[in-house]
T-cell receptor
Framework: KAGVTQTPRYLIKTRGQQVTLSCSPI?????VSWYQQTPGQGLQFLFE???????NKGNFPGRFSGRQFSNSRSEMNVSTLELGDSALYLC???????????FGEGSWLTVV | GESVGLHLPTLSVQEGDNSIINCAYS??????FIWYKQESGKGPQFIID?????DKRQGQRVTVLLNKTVKHLSLQIAATQPGDSAVYFC????????????FGKGTLLTVNP
């Protein structure tokens, strides 16, 4: 069974631009959650989707948004990028009925 | 989990020794705890989990202990190997199945051959 797949793996953007990151969950998993990882703040929860509905949201500004499609694939978008948005963005998937979630390798975003 | 900061606790052990990594969590309502291992350049890898109705759970070479009285979690790795070198995170779920995990700041484990 394939793991969580995230694309792109690496990207560089300029301040003010926007970015879209994609996540394909483990087959059969209906929950997808997103986390931001930085050296200073560690791993922080962004949001979680289940059956195309956002169930939970972390303490991030409205520039961070996401969505989930009917096939459980998910995307997150960051608009008006700031230097501080440079981070590893991790996607995790779960079955939706338990608590174990499995992470992808992440998307490394650098904002210059 | 612990509040995050700039300094990452480190633990250095000799190959073959047992390792113990500790974590303090903050939310007494948390009912599910997980340990993840993260190698450089990779995403966190699930190691073991434990629910709040348990005190101890064992896996292959790993044991997680939960002390709810003092809100403390530990991960024990037996016969530590160089491949165990990584950053280890504890995470807590404050309830429900909404997958909103709070992570600790992590501990860097270095295994010396």
């Amino acid at each position: 069974k394939a793991g969580v797949t995230q694309t792109p793996r690496y990207l560089i953007k300029t301040r003010g631009q926007q970015v879209t990151l994609s996540c394909s969950p483990i087959s059969g998993h209906r929950s997808v959650s997103w986390y931001q990882q930085t050296p200073g703040q560690g791993l922080q929860f962004l949001f979680e989707y289940f059956s195309e509905t956002q169930r939970n949201k972390g303490n991030f500004p409205g520039r961070f948004s996401g969505r989930q499609f009917s096939n459980s694939r998910s995307e997150m978008n960051v608009s008006t990028l700031e230097l501080g948005d440079s981070a590893l963005y991790l996607c995790a998937s779960g079955e939706g009925s338990g608590n174990t979630i499995y992470f992808g390798e992440g998307s490394w975003l650098t904002v210059v | 989990g612990e509040s995050v900061g700039l300094h990452l606790p480190t633990l250095s052990v000799q190959e073959g020794d047992n390792s113990i990594i500790n974590c303090a969590y903050s939310n007494s309502a948390s009912d599910y705890f997980i340990w993840y291992k993260q190698e450089s350049g990779k995403g966190p890898q699930f190691i073991i989990d434990i629910r709040s109705n348990m005190d101890k759970r064992q896996g292959q070479r790993v044991t997680v202990l939960l002390n709810k009285t003092v809100k403390h979690l530990s991960l024990q790795i037996a016969a530590t190997q160089p491949g165990d070198s990584a950053v280890y995170f504890c995470a807590e779920d404050s309830g429900g199945s909404n997958y909103k995990l709070t992570f600790g700041k992590g501990t860097l484990l270095t295994v010396n051959p």
